[in-house]
Nanobody, 117 residues
């Protein structure tokens, strides 16, 4: 059974930092592209950052230079370091695991990040 469990969401002031983590089980983690997506109220879910099996990364323009995605294949975990948080970063953040076929695409339940003074 595949499980992705996010942690680290919280309420933080503008300019603050958070580190999100996602623990994966039930998948051959090293071969999966791992990603973080987010969905704000009334908006579509959007890609925030992704890291492929080789360690190549890509980011949404809105988070470049502020967020960093990393993975630990030994621990089957992916992290998102978020610095310089702004109110527009407020959303539910979801962990995603994308395999080599369209049927191998999994989501975690999400973790809430709220940026407010």
């Amino acid at each position: 059974q595949v499980q992705l469990v996010e942690s680290g969401g919280d309420l933080v002031q503008p300019g603050g930092s958070l580190r999100l983590s996602c623990a994966a089980s039930g998948i051959t983690f090293p071969i999966y592209t791992m990603g973080w997506f987010r969905q704000a109220p009334g908006k579509q879910r959007e890609m925030v950052a992704r890291i492929d099996s080789g360690g190549s990364t890509n980011y949404a323009d809105s988070v470049k230079g502020r967020f960093t995605i990393s993975r630990d294949n030994a621990k089957k975990m992916v992290h998102l370091q978020m610095n310089g948080l702004q109110p527009e970063d407020t959303a539910v953040y979801y962990c995603n695991a994308e395999g080599r076929s369209t049927s191998l695409n999994f989501w975690g339940p999400g973790t809430q990040v709220t940026v407010s003074s």
